[in-house]
C-alpha cells in the first residue's frame, strides 16, 4: 500500500540534545509537510517542501529545521529540544500544493519526549 | 489570515444517534473543505470532502453540507456507532491562494454504547 511512514514511533531525548525525525513517501508527491501537534490540538504546520522548494512558516522556531534528499524522505531536525517541544510530530504528503482536490496524507507520527 | 472556527469542542451522543459538527471560515474564496478524523494516538485521516460548487455530499453514514453565503459548512454524521469516537478536524484553504491547509480546533466525539 502507497503510504507515509515516520520513524521512530516513539522517541525520547534529552533537553538540549539534537533529535531527527524521519518521514519516507511511496505516493510520490511532491509536498511534504511537517505538522507539530499537541495534546490533540490542531496540526500546527512547521514547514513543507514543494519538491526541492523549502517553506518555512513564519512563527516556526529557528530550532526547527527540514531537510528533503529526494522525492521520498524527509527529516525534521530540531537542533536543542526544549521541554516545550515535547509534541506528537505528523508528516503528512499532498499531490499538490493546492488545497484543492489535494487533501493530506498523513503518517502514524513520532511521538517525542524531552526529558 | 484566514480562520475557521469549529463548534463543538466536545460533543457526547448515545450509540445510535446523530451527531452534527459545524466549521465557519472568512475567506468567501474559499473552495475546499475536507473533514480529518483522529482517533486516539493515530494519524489525521479524510473521512469526506467537499468543493465549493456543490451543496452536498453523502457517503454512507456521513455527509457533509456547505453554505456559501453564510461561509459555514457542517459534518453530519448519523447512526452513530463506538468507532465514530474520535477527534474531528474541519479545514479549508488559506487566504495565500489556497496553498495552505487551515485546520479548525476540533472536535472531540464521544459515542456511549
Known amino acids: 500500500d502507497a503510504m507515509v511512514i515516520q520513524n521512530p514511533r516513539y522517541q525520547v531525548t534529552q533537553f538540549g540534545k539534537p533529535v531527527t525525525l524521519s518521514c519516507s513517501q511511496t505516493?510520490?508527491?511532491?509536498?511534504m509537510y511537517w505538522y507539530q501537534q499537541k495534546s490533540s490540538q490542531a496540526p500546527k504546520l512547521l514547514f513543507h517542501?514543494?519538491?526541492?522548494?523549502?517553506?518555512n512558516e513564519a512563527d516556526t522556531p529557528d530550532n526547527f529545521q527540514s531537510r528533503r534528499p529526494n522525492t521520498s524522505f524527509c527529516f525534521l531536525d530540531i537542533r536543542s529540544p526544549g521541554l516545550g517541544d515535547a509534541a506528537m510530530y505528523l508528516c503528512?504528503?499532498?499531490?499538490?500544493?493546492?488545497?484543492?482536490?489535494?487533501?493530506?496524507?498523513f503518517g502514524n507520527g513520532t511521538r517525542l519526549t524531552v526529558t | 489570515g484566514e480562520n475557521v472556527e469549529q463548534h463543538p469542542s466536545t460533543l457526547s451522543v448515545q450509540e445510535g444517534d446523530s451527531a452534527v459538527i459545524k466549521c465557519t471560515y472568512s475567506?468567501?474564496?474559499?473552495?475546499?473543505f475536507p473533514w480529518y478524523k483522529q482517533e486516539l494516538g493515530k494519524r489525521p485521516q479524510l473521512i469526506i470532502d467537499?468543493?465549493?460548487?456543490?451543496g452536498e455530499k453523502k457517503d454512507q453514514r456521513i455527509a457533509v453540507t456547505l453554505n456559501k453565503t453564510a461561509k459555514h459548512f457542517s459534518l453530519h454524521i448519523t447512526e452513530t456507532q463506538p468507532e465514530d469516537s474520535a477527534v474531528y478536524f474541519c479545514?479549508?484553504?488559506?487566504?495565500?491562494?489556497?496553498?495552505?491547509?487551515?485546520f479548525g480546533a476540533g472536535t472531540r466525539l464521544f459515542v456511549k454504547a
Open positions: 517542501y514543494y519538491d526541492k522548494d523549502f517553506n
Open positions: 467537499i468543493r465549493s460548487n456543490v
Open positions: 479545514a479549508a484553504p488559506g487566504e495565500d491562494g489556497g496553498f495552505k491547509t487551515i
Open positions: 505516493l510520490n508527491h511532491n509536498v
Open positions: 503528512a504528503t499532498s499531490r499538490d500544493l493546492r488545497v484543492l482536490n489535494s487533501p493530506l496524507h
Open positions: 475567506d468567501s474564496a474559499s473552495n475546499y
